[in-house]
């Protein structure tokens, strides 16, 4: 009758353990889809806050770029006065 029972509660122990693989790797299962979602989650995040960062320093140098044009070409009137003056001096000086 020992053997019996050796027999049985081996038997037990062994639907024991394997119950407790089974469920462990389902939890396992769960927690990694879910880590793995959620860390796709943040990348997607992080990539649309780049992309977003990225547009506003392009429109942002794009828009620098624009006022020193504007400023370029205030200098650029200024000096053709003023070299016109000059001509207008020297002429005038040495005549």
């Known amino acids: 009758m020992t053997v019996d029972v050796k027999q049985f509660w081996t038997f037990e122990f062994d639907k024991i353990v394997e119950k407790i693989r089974h469920d462990f790797e389902q939890f396992y299962g769960i927690g990694v889809r ?3 979602e959620y860390y796709k989650t943040k990348m997607e995040q992080i990539e649309i806050e780049v992309k977003k960062t990225l ?3 392009q ?3 794009v828009s620098e770029e624009q006022t020193l044009q504007i400023e370029y070409e205030q200098v650029q009137k200024s000096y ?3 070299k016109e003056l000059v001509v207008k001096l020297e002429a005038t000086c040495c005549k």
């Open 34 to 36: 879910e880590m793995t």
């Open 55 to 57: 547009d506003y320093q």
């Open 59 to 61: 429109i942002e140098i």
């Open 80 to 82: 053709s006065y003023e």
